[in-house]
């Protein structure tokens, strides 16, 4: 089936830092999507991406979805040690019909923030 | 709103046991989606409901799994008999279309089986 590999697996930075990770597929996807989790919750969306090129902010993140369509990255700027988590990317292949929900998510990439 | 509540948040049980999985989505959601997260496969969609009907249950591994939803506010993921390799968190998540994948997510119930 379809995979998204992202990375990196894990990053750990200083407090103040910028944070960039991103999102690969062999395939073509319609919606990205980025989510956090926290330790012993589930998966909070932060920003979705509905067409080829298009950039959003949400405070201090930006997310990008990749004009070919099989990428996305996520950056982080001036990090604080409440943006520890791990980050997931998804994709969404098409927009409708019986594929609606079935996302695919990438491994995570874990994130630690000194202070 | 209360979000997606899950229960129970923790299950320890023997292999062989029934386990029952509870999830009340969020009100006026019609997509319900059951996850199981693992450190070796990550996130994998089991199964997901559309207006209380299963529309895809691809993801489920195999016939001790079974999931309902016999109201709009209520679904249930069962697993009989229960294995150690089912030991994971399970999610449940709901949505409406009209969100745009905007996936609620519930706080999970980390399942193990001894």
């Known amino acids: 089936g379809q995979q998204l590999n992202q990375s990196p697996q894990s990053m750990f930075i200083q407090e103040g830092e910028d944070v960039s990770m991103n999102c690969t597929s062999s395939?073509?996807?319609?919606?990205w999507l980025w989510y956090k989790q926290e330790p012993g919750e589930g998966p909070v969306l932060l920003i979705a991406l509905y067409k080829a090129g298009e950039l959003t902010s949400n405070g201090r993140l930006t997310a990008q979805f990749g004009i070919t369509r099989k990428d996305s990255f996520l950056n982080i700027s001036a990090s604080i040690p409440s943006d520890v988590g791990i980050y997931f990317c998804a994709g969404l292949p098409n927009a409708g019909g019986t594929s609606y929900g079935k996302l695919t998510f990438g491994q995570g990439t874990i994130l630690t923030v000194h202070p | 709103d209360a979000g997606v509540i899950q229960s129970p948040r923790h299950e320890v049980t023997e292999m062989g046991q029934e386990v029952t999985l509870r999830c009340k989505p969020i009100s006026g959601h019609d997509y319900l989606f059951w996850y199981r997260q693992t450190m070796m496969r990550g996130l994998e969609l089991l199964i997901y409901?559309?207006?209380?009907?299963?529309?895809?249950d691809s993801g489920m591994p195999e016939d001790r799994f079974s999931a309902k939803m016999p109201n709009a506010s209520f679904s249930t993921l069962k697993i009989q008999p229960s294995e150690p390799r089912d030991s994971a968190v399970y999610f449940c998540?709901?949505?409406?279309?009209?969100?745009?994948?905007?996936?609620?997510f519930g706080s999970g119930t980390r399942l193990t089986v001894v």
């Open positions: 409901f559309n207006n209380n009907v299963p529309i895809d």
């Open positions: 998540a709901s949505s409406s279309r009209r969100s745009l994948y905007g996936y609620t």
């Open positions: 395939s073509i996807f319609n919606t």
